[in-house]
Structure formats: C-alpha cells, structure tokens
C-alpha cells in the first residue's frame, strides 16, 4: 500500500509564497512520474506541474514562471515553490505519482496515487 501525504498548505497573501511538500510512502519499488494538479469545485483538474524520474519538468501554463517543481528520489518526496500567488491559484492542490509497487500475486506493477489534497488559498 502506498501513501502520498501533503503539507505545506494554508492561505497566503497575493504575491506571497509557498512550499509544498508530497511524501510517498509504503511498499514502492520505484516512482516514475510525480506532480501536482490542483481542482477548484465544479472545475476540472489542472496540471499545475510534473516532474520525472530524471529531473525533466513541465508546467502548466498558469503557474510557469512562478513555480517550480523538483524531487528527492531518496526521500521520495517532491516539493512545489510557488511564488507570486495570485487568488486564482486557490484550490485543492493534489499529489500525483506513478509508482511502481509489489503486487502478492502477479509481477509488481505500475499504478497511479493520489494525495488527499492539500489547500491553497490565496486571499486578496
């Protein structure tokens, strides 16, 4: 069983900044893809950033420029600095990862995880 946990949320002013943190935890052979989506209510989910294996990233058009995504594959943890919040970056920011995981009866396998969200709220 794998776990993603966040931290790192809570509300900030307009232009003030922000870390969040993913911990991955539990039976993983390997984490492939990380990243962070964030969802508002009655909105789809939106790629805010990804991060590989190797250090390739890419960014959601809303947050480029502002963010920046990065990992420790020893700690299989993967961190989001967001600066210059805007109140439209508020939402439920969710950890994502692709991991690799033992699997009892068959040959380990990849699957997706998912954090509980944490949220971000940027007031005006």
């Known amino acids: 069983q794998v776990q993603l946990v966040e931290s790192g949320g809570g509300l900030v002013q307009a232009g003030g900044s922000l870390r969040l943190s993913c911990a991955a935890s539990g039976s993983i052979f390997s984490i492939n893809v990380m990243g962070w989506y964030r969802q508002v209510p009655g909105k789809q989910r939106e790629l805010v950033a990804r991060i590989t294996t190797g250090g390739s990233t890419n960014y959601g058009e809303a947050v480029k420029g502002r963010s920046t995504i990065s990992r420790d594959n020893a700690k299989n943890t993967m961190y989001l600095q967001m600066n210059s919040l805007k109140p439209e970056d508020t939402a439920v920011y969710s950890c994502?990862?692709?991991?690799?995981?033992?699997?009892?009866?068959?040959?380990?396998?990849?699957?997706?995880?998912w954090g509980q969200g944490t949220q971000v709220t940027v007031s005006s």
């Open positions: 994502y990862a692709d991991v690799t995981v033992p699997n009892r009866w068959s040959l380990p396998t990849s699957r997706d995880y």
